[in-house]
């Protein structure tokens, strides 16, 4: 399994408790995780080390392998902070340039 950059895997036991390391400075330790959805694609966020808030997409599913006794749940986290930050500059350039072709136009 090939993992992006940009995402992260959560295991967790049957009490919700991380049981994998993640990024000291990143925000997945403080990220809330529902058990209750389920092959859901959520929404969720974070306060990271910085104070700076995460955005993530999160899907839950049930695991059951006897290597792994412990976990009962894998979490697939996706940041998309910078995303829909780039999303953003993008549509105010957008509503600039048309200000401002619509202003010559008007001449």
Same mark, same amino acid.
């Given at each position: ?38 092959? #859901? *694609?959520?929404?969720?966020?974070? =306060? ?9 997409? @999160? %899907? ?14 894998? #979490? *697939?986290?996706?940041?998309?902070? =910078? ?9 105010? @350039? %957008? ?13």
């Amino acid at each position: 399994m090939t993992v992006a950059a940009n995402t992260s895997v959560l295991v967790l036991d049957k009490n919700g408790k991380l049981l994998n390391v993640v990024d000291k400075f990143s925000s997945l330790s403080n990220l809330p995780i529902d058990k209750n959805t389920i092959d #859901v *694609i959520s929404k969720g966020s974070a =306060q990271n080390y910085f104070d700076q808030t995460e955005n993530y997409r @999160l %899907i839950t599913e049930k695991v059951d392998n006897s290597f792994y006794p412990d976990a009962k749940y894998v #979490v *697939i986290a996706i940041n998309t902070t =910078q995303l829909e930050e780039a999303s953003e500059r993008y549509v105010k @350039l %957008i509503v600039i340039m048309m200000s401002f072709l619509a202003t010559i136009y008007r001449g």
